[in-house]
């Protein structure tokens, strides 16, 4: 059995261990299979799924926020815009044109 350790005090494979498991990149691994075993654990708590439904709402509560804030955007945009028309019809035709077609359109 002599060739089976790289010593004669018989701590070959005890240093060969511990080399190995003080590399870095095992120590990386290592550390992240603890990591993704203990956030798996965390996970499956009632906390953790409460945590996650009220951030989902949160969210989709910001979502719709967003989305009414653009709608109010677009609609001030709309009436801005028809009013521009409106303006620039008075300045082209005068006042007394653009009452005359909007009778017209109505009729």
Avoid: C, R
Avoid at 20 to 33: D, L, P
């Amino acid at each position: 059995m002599a060739g089976y350790n790289d010593n004669d005090n018989g701590l070959g494979l005890t240093n060969k261990a511990v080399k190995f498991f003080g590399q870095t990149k095992v120590k990386y691994f290592i550390g992240g299979m603890v990591a993704a075993y203990a956030i798996k654990k965390i996970a499956e708590t009632d906390a953790a799924h409460n945590a996650a439904v009220s951030l989902t709402a949160g969210a989709l509560e910001l979502k719709d926020s967003i989305e009414e804030g653009i709608e109010n955007i677009k609609e001030d945009a709309e009436d801005i815009h028809e009013e521009a028309k409106e303006k620039q019809q008075i300045e082209i035709f005068g006042p007394d044109d653009i009452e005359d077609k909007d009778e017209e359109k109505t009729e």
